[in-house]
């Protein structure tokens, strides 16, 4: 059994994506920039957006926080956006979610500008997706997708049995998968609460993504021997033997299943940190896309 070490791999790309962003930088003067805007005061979204914000410093990526009260009226929020769409600084725009209640999510997400929709959610990337055209990916399936493909993992013609249908992971990495590329070209199953019985599934995978958000959901008399396993949960449980009253567990019980499968992430330091690696990776592809070739590789000679 090999671990899948995310918290490596992210770190591997953040090293290449900060070489790359130098080199440009010293041939055309332009770096790539990502907005956070943030609505009220959400304990989780406040650490997550800081997290993004620290990556992209680190990276020599240009970002900004855009903090805005609880209660912003959805035109106000409308308005902030349409001023990020056309801020030449900014490449990509991210909206951290949940929104409160009387602001419309979809709505929101509909009006960043396509080009600069870094976390993939609008309905045309995901529509681009489907189709098998060039398209913004969502950062936790373009995730698992890029530690498949660093680990070397053969997907042409694999059974890829996922767990949860949610729009941030389920459907696009099912999406993802089914797609005539490298790294993917499988068979997908997606199954969800209404399966009857899930083992009948998750016993056929060849590679099981667990995306359901149940603790230790997934145990190891559901799963075949030599299956690769994507750990996709994050939950908390009450554990009084550790300092914070609590320990973070993936959806799949780790004791049980890493002892039958080939390959598994572990959870924390799998896919978890592989989702900001990913926005950073889509936040320079929409800024090369955005800007000009010309300006790109302003200086440089041939
Ligand atoms: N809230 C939880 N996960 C995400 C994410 O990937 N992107 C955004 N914008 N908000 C989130």
Redesign the pocket.
Known sequence: MQIIDGKKTASDIREELKKEISDLFQRGGKVPGLVAILVGENPA?QI?VKSKGKACEEIGMLHKTEILPNDISEEKLLQVIDHYNNDDKYHGI?????LPKHINEDKIIEAIKPEKDV?GFHPINVGRLVIGKDALR???PGGIQELLKRYKIETKGKHVVIVGRSN?VGKPIANIMVQKEEFANSIVTVCHSAAKDLSYYTKQADILIAAIGKPEFITGEMVNDNVVIIDVGINRVEDKTNKKGYRVVGDVKFDEVSKKCSYITPVPGGVGPM?IAMLLKNTYKAFKNLVDKNELYRYKKN
């Open positions: 979204s997550y991210l909206v951290q979610l949940p976390d969502s950062c936790t941030i989702t």
